[in-house]
């Protein structure tokens, strides 16, 4: 079985898989910077996603697109609180916060988030050792992403000179995530491993990685899943030549549908509905 412990309760990714819809409660973000920073439309939208289908909602206050500038950790928590709390009193659905500051998430776990999603790994400055005693303290779900550099330099030239290239990177990188934090106190069984699509490294990076993911998921033992966040990313662009952000959706799709025939589990995209339906129809024809 493959069980996702979080703050509240588990989610059973034995024979189903998840879609997180992403909420930014920010001005810059690259898809959608802006468009439900504030109140009800943020809301709305939220309630939205979950009628779509999305059984996560992940909201987060500071952009992490290429050359993102930094945001302060009070400028975060006012983005990011509100809307948890008022999604938490209008809906039961899971709800992740996306930081790597662990001032940051501790509000939002105190507001009524169940899952950390950090893109640090819990490596950052803010992150580290004190996120991990947040999330462990409050027994929240994690989300431990791999990434190379820092989003205002990690498409700087990204490489992966080690034997086995990206793919012994990344694996290393969750081998040693799983250590670590499971000594630190956080609960094996709540955490979760996201590749980093996106986060530094190139094209050819990506597509290894997605060549890779069901190795890559048999791998993280003891059974723990692995979370895809591909939506309207750049290496879709250029592989299809659609330049808009907002026009990537069915490519998104597309690979959410190839991702779930790989045994990938929780999917993190923009449009719900679309992933939704192609994570139901690859879960149909899988044998």
């Known amino acids: 079985m493959m069980i996702w412990k979080t703050r509240r309760r588990s989610l059973n990714l034995t024979d189903h898989g ?3 819809g992403i909420l930014n409660a920010t001005p810059d973000s690259f898809s959608d910077g802006g468009k439900y920073d504030a109140g009800i439309p ?3 939208h939220a309630l939205q996603m979950v009628a779509d289908g999305a059984g996560i909602i992940d909201i987060g206050g500071e952009s992490t697109r290429p ?17 948890i709390s008022a999604l938490r009193e209008r809906s039961d659905v899971f709800i992740s916060i996306d930081t790597s500051k662990a001032s940051v998430a501790r509000a939002a776990l105190e507001a009524g988030a169940d899952i950390v999603n950090d893109v640090t790994g819990l490596t ?8 991990a005693e947040v999330c462990a303290r409050y027994g929240a779900g994690v989300v431990v992403m791999h990434m190379q550099g820092t989003p205002k330099t ?4 990204p490489n992966y000179r080690m034997s086995g290239g990206v793919i012994a990177a990344v694996q290393a ?5 799983l250590a670590t934090l499971s000594a630190q106190g956080i609960d094996p069984d709540c955490l979760c491993f996201d590749p980093g699509i996106g986060f530094g490294k190139t094209l050819v990076h990506n597509l290894a990685l997605i060549r890779h993911l069901g190795a890559m998921q048999e791998l993280i ?5 692995m979370l895809l966040g591909v939506s309207r990313k750049s290496f879709l662009g250029s592989l299809t030549g659609e330049a808009d952000p907002a026009k990537r959706d069915v490519s998104t799709a597309v690979v959410t ?19 939704v339906q192609a994570m139901r129809l690859a879960e149909s024809i899988d044998p």
């Open 173 to 177: 990188f969750f081998e040693e995530r």
């Open 257 to 275: 549908a190839l991702a779930c025939r790989e045994g990938i589990r929780l999917h993190r995209v923009h449009d719900v509905s679309a992933n």
């Open 18 to 20: 998840v879609v997180m």
């Open 154 to 157: 990690m498409q700087s030239e």
């Open 67 to 83: 050359g993102a500038p930094a945001v302060s950790a009070e400028e975060e928590v006012a983005r990011v609180v509100p809307l």
């Open 42 to 44: 943020a809301i709305e």
């Open 221 to 225: 033992q003891p059974n723990r899943p």
């Open 124 to 131: 950052g400055p803010d992150s580290g050792r004190a996120m």
